[in-house]
T-cell receptor, first 117, second 112 residues
């Protein structure tokens, strides 16, 4: 059982380049999330998705776009990378207990370390 | 802004000692969760405590929740070198958004 898989694991971009980070989960979770982690700041939510074909903005969405064409995949795109986007990016997925209005524990991927020069 | 804040930011203890870290949050929650992150890895879910629970145990982990003070604590008993990691609290805020808000974490170092 793979859980949540992120690709690539490492990437170096030049300012202005674009790239797409892929997240895939095999747990049939409806909810998927993209967070960025910077030193001393914990995890900040970029975008999230509550189901196939839906996306929503999180705390720090500027400069990023997302798509969820298939339930198992959640893509994070950087159209024009900036040095401020140097970070470690984590994808997570979760099962939501709607009848109890709560989230169960997240399953995280191993992260993508992105450097923009 | 972040919902949860951990205290202390860093903690260094001897193997066999207990480690305690605290989390304070700002708004009402459905549940509070604790995660561990080993260096260079993703976060791993440790334990979830619901808003109507006051204490929960899982192996060497003990979590308490005080909703009146909007705070939680994580106790790791009889620490081991393998417990060296960063620990994060995350809150499921009462809303329809179903997303977690994470604190900045406590870095725990267990000395052999």
């Amino acid at each position: 059982n793979a859980g949540v898989t992120q690709t690539p694991k490492f990437r170096v971009l030049k300012t202005g380049q674009s790239m797409t980070l892929l997240c895939a989960q095999d747990m049939n979770h409806e909810y998927m999330y993209w967070y960025r982690q910077d030193p001393g700041m914990g995890l900040r939510l970029i975008h999230y998705s509550v189901g196939e074909g839906t996306t929503a903005k999180g705390e720090v969405p500027d400069g990023y776009n997302v798509s969820r064409l298939k339930k198992q995949n959640f893509l994070l795109g950087l159209e024009s990378a900036a040095p401020s986007q140097t970070s470690v990016y984590f994808c997570a997925s979760s099962y939501v207990v709607r009848t109890a209005s709560r989230i169960d524990g997240y399953t995280f991927g191993s992260g993508t370390r992105l450097t923009v020069v | 802004s972040q919902q949860g804040e951990e205290d202390p930011q860093a903690l260094s203890i001897q193997e066999g000692e207990n480690a305690t870290m605290n989390c304070s949050y700002k708004t009402s929650i459905n549940n509070l969760q604790w995660y561990r992150q080993n260096s260079g890895r993703g976060l791993v879910h440790l334990i979830l405590i619901r808003s109507n629970e006051r204490e929960k145990h899982s192996g060497r982990l003990r979590v308490t929740l005080d909703t009146s003070k909007k705070s939680s604590s994580l106790l790791i008993t009889a620490s081991r070198a393998a417990d060296t990691a960063s620990y994060f609290c995350a809150t499921d805020v009462r809303s329809n958004d179903y997303k977690l808000s994470f604190g900045a974490g406590t870095t725990v170092t267990v000395r052999a």
